[in-house]
Each structure stands twice: as structure tokens, then as C-alpha cells.
């Protein structure tokens, strides 16, 4: 067998590149290992993100059964089915504090968190898992995570008395504090790679040029499509968001010549993609450049908040979400969580695209896929749709289904989940939310 050659001391174990105020890191790449040093899958750091659907999916196309290659899932989870043995569909989870308040804001302010929410002016929640690992894995990265949304948060007061923030976030850094949720992809980006004034109108690429250059003349081959194949990819995102930047600035200056908030506006005037199916597929793209590049290891993106607003003229459904949602067994909306779904998918496709060491960010992450309710037109969330995707660095068993409707409640619990999710990122806490014990067969 041809060896590998010895790593030559210039070239660090994860190759970055810098240049005028930015610095990319680059996938992990053979020429940097002697071949009998190829790092585990523990080695390489570990990523945790959600993508979260608001009010429920239609219950009589979310299911799966069997493991591996020979699982079969429902129509709604079909986008899933080339990642079958790369993922987990869990039954019967939920969030004991978030039953028995009220619809709506009641049941999602505590999603990730299982804390008892309030009521009133004064908002209370608990700090989100997202954003407890997110305060452990901050120290090796420049951005502890980032928080991402395709649709603008609400303000003011549900008819229960609780505040719409609770329906407008999932992650939350403080009891009293959400993390603020970003809608524009253009200042999603220039936040993880730090463009502000005079380098919004350079390409990252070009930044690093040199840099890059000088690297592909010690790499091999193989590494050098690798390398150009990351740095196309990266280019390609960029020029979608330079794109988007153009439309921000142009909304930006139609708002100042109306005296209104530019948020306000409904969509395109706003800046934000006039088509649904564009601003989710960029916020995907830029999560896993993020996690590709070592920018943040975690991320949250909400595709349509609770109480959603959001139009699908493209999928022939013509009432808005939280409307369908009331008639969520009908095919309309099957079709509205299934698209959901479809972006989920595309992500961690996304993921598993990306080589690192024998393995691929996927199998180093895990994402998340999850709703506030089960049925919509009941305003029912004591079983929640819940899908993982992604080993965690060989940790967490893949290609399952999960049930857990026959166990008692305390085996039922979500904050169980993430006891045991938090254990994978060696976060070792006596409890969680409600919850003191790990989820069982995880």
C-alpha cells in the first residue's frame, strides 16, 4: 500500500486561511495526516442545530417503522429517505409544562427547555439546550451560535396573556432573554465572516486568495478537488447573499423614504426572498458553511415560528400557516410540512456531503427537526413530531425508530432527550428542566 506523505511541518492539522478580516477554516484534508493518524470520529468537534416547524404536521402522514435501510416512512417523511440509516424518528416525546396553559404561545416557550413559562409583561423561560451547549463549545469558535429565522417575530400579548415572544423564539440564552433570531440572510453572513464597511464589497475568496494558493501546492490531488469544491461552494452561497444584500439596501431606502420600519413591510419590500422556498434554502446553505468553515457549531433556524403568517402559493395551499394548521389532516397542509421537512433533509444532506476524516459532518452533528404540536386543529402537543438526524461523533446510534407512546410520562419526557444529548457534548448536569433521568434506548 502507497503511503501517504509525511505532513510537512508548515501545514497545520486544520488548515485556515486568512486574510483582511476574516479567517475560514478548511475541511479536514488527507495530505495533513500520515495515513495511520486519521483521527476517530470523537476527534472532530461535535455540531447541534434545529429546524423547527410551527403548529403540528398532519397526523395521518407522520410515522415510520423498522431500522436502517429497510425503514419505511410516510409520505410527509419521504424527503428523509436517502438519509434513512443516518437518522432517528422519536415518538411520543413532550414538554409536560408547555400542556395545560393555553394554545399557542403556551405551548412552545419552553420547547427546548421544559421550564415553566410566564405569564404577563414580564417573560420567563428557561436557557435552551441549543444555547447551554452553545455556552460550552463558544471558547473554540468565533461565534457561539447562530440563531436563524425565515419569518419575522411578533410583538405583543396572545389572548391567554402570554407574550408573543414565545412564539417567536425557541432559543433562549437567560431565563428572561431569547436570542434574538436573524431573517435577513445577508446579515447572517456578514456576521460569521465579519464583513462590515469597505470588505462587504470583497469576496471572502479573494480575501484568502493567496493563502489558498499557497496551500494547493502542498496538498494532493484529491485534496486539491476537495479544496476547490469547498471554496465553489463557499462562493456560491456568497454570491446568493450578495444578491440578497441588494435587496436589503433597496428596502432599506424605500422604508427611510416611507418613515417605516423596513420589518414592517410585507415581502419583497422588506428585503426578505419573495419566495419561501429561496430564504430557506440560503438559511440552510449558510449553516452548513458555518459549520463546515468552524464558524459556530450550533444553530437554530425557525422556517415558520408559531402562529405563522407565512404564505405557499407554490404548493397550491391558499390559506396562510396558522390557518391551514385548523385543517392540518388535509393535503394542503401535508403538503406544508412535508416541505418543512424537505428543508431539514436538505440540510443534513448538506452535512453529508462534507468529508471529514472517514466520516462526514453529519456523522460529527446532530440535528434536530421538531414542532410545537401534533395536531394542529387541536391545539394538541402531548406527543410531539420529532426527528434527529446526524451520530454525534459515533455517540449516538443512527437509522432507528423510536416509540415511547406506551411509557409512562416521566419516560416520556423531551428534557430526558436533551439530559442525554448534553452528555454527548460531555455537559454532565444532575437535571435538565423537568428531568433528572436520560432517555432510555437512545
Avoid at 502542498?218 to 456560491?236: F, G, Q
Amino acid at each position: 500500500m502507497k503511503k501517504t506523505p509525511p505532513v510537512p511541518s508548515s501545514i497545520s492539522r486544520r488548515a485556515v486561511l486568512r486574510g483582511a478580516g476574516c479567517t475560514v477554516a478548511l475541511p479536514w484534508l488527507e495530505s495533513m495526516h500520515a495515513l495511520a493518524d486519521t483521527p476517530p470520529a470523537a476527534a472532530f468537534p461535535k455540531r447541534f442545530g434545529v429546524v423547527f416547524l410551527g403548529n403540528g404536521v398532519n397526523e395521518d402522514h407522520w410515522s415510520a417503522e423498522g431500522e436502517g435501510a429497510a425503514m419505511k416512512l410516510s409520505k410527509t417523511l419521504q424527503p428523509l429517505e436517502p438519509l434513512k440509516e443516518k437518522i432517528n424518528v422519536i415518538d411520543g416525546l413532550f414538554v409536560k409544562a408547555l400542556t395545560g396553559q393555553g394554545i399557542h404561545p403556551a405551548q412552545t416557550g419552553s420547547l427546548l427547555s421544559g421550564a415553566r413559562i410566564s405569564k404577563g409583561a414580564v417573560i420567563h423561560s428557561g436557557i435552551s439546550v441549543d444555547q447551554m451547549i452553545a455556552s460550552r463549545v463558544s471558547d473554540d469558535v468565533p461565534q457561539s451560535s447562530i440563531v436563524l429565522a425565515c419569518e419575522q417575530p411578533m410583538t405583543g400579548y396572545h389572548e391567554t396573556n402570554f407574550s408573543m415572544a414565545y412564539s417567536s423564539h425557541i432559543s433562549w440564552q437567560s431565563p428572561d432573554s431569547p436570542v434574538p433570531v436573524e431573517v435577513y440572510p445577508s446579515l447572517a453572513w456578514d456576521n460569521l465572516f465579519d464583513n462590515r464597511g469597505s470588505l462587504l464589497n470583497i469576496s471572502i475568496l479573494d480575501r484568502v486568495k493567496d493563502r489558498a494558493q499557497s496551500l494547493t501546492r502542498k496538498i494532493s490531488a484529491s485534496d486539491k478537488n476537495k479544496l476547490d469544491e469547498y471554496l465553489t461552494s463557499v462562493r456560491e452561497v456568497e454570491k446568493r447573499v450578495e444578491s440578497m444584500r441588494r435587496d436589503k439596501t433597496q428596502a432599506d431606502d424605500q422604508a427611510k423614504a416611507r418613515n417605516t420600519p423596513a420589518a414592517t413591510m410585507d415581502r419583497p419590500a422588506n428585503g426578505l426572498p419573495e419566495d419561501l422556498r429561496d430564504h430557506a434554502r440560503l438559511m440552510c446553505d449558510i449553516i452548513a458553511i458555518a459549520f463546515q468553515t468552524n464558524k459556530t457549531r450550533v444553530a437554530s433556524l425557525l422556517i415558520s415560528r408559531d402562529l405563522s403568517a407565512m404564505y405557499y402559493p407554490f404548493l397550491n395551499v391558499k390559506e396562510g400557516h396558522h390557518a391551514a394548521s385548523h385543517n392540518n389532516a388535509s393535503d394542503g397542509y401535508e403538503r406544508i410540512a412535508r416541505f418543512h421537512l424537505s428543508q431539514f433533509a436538505y440540510l443534513a444532506s448538506r452535512l453529508e456531503a462534507m468529508k471529514e476524516g472517514d466520516g462526514t459532518v453529519l456523522d460529527h452533528s446532530c440535528l434536530m427537526f421538531l414542532s410545537n404540536l401534533w395536531i394542529g386543529r387541536k391545539h394538541d402537543n402531548t406527543r410531539l413530531p420529532l426527528v434527529l438526524a446526524g451520530g454525534l461523533g459515533g455517540t449516538l446510534k443512527t437509522g432507528r425508530t423510536l416509540n415511547y407512546l406506551g411509557e409512562s410520562e416521566d419516560k416520556r419526557k423531551m428534557c430526558s432527550l436533551y439530559l442525554s444529548l448534553l452528555d454527548r457534548f460531555d455537559i454532565k448536569l444532575d437535571q435538565f428542566g423537568d428531568s433528572r433521568t436520560r432517555l432510555e434506548r437512545l
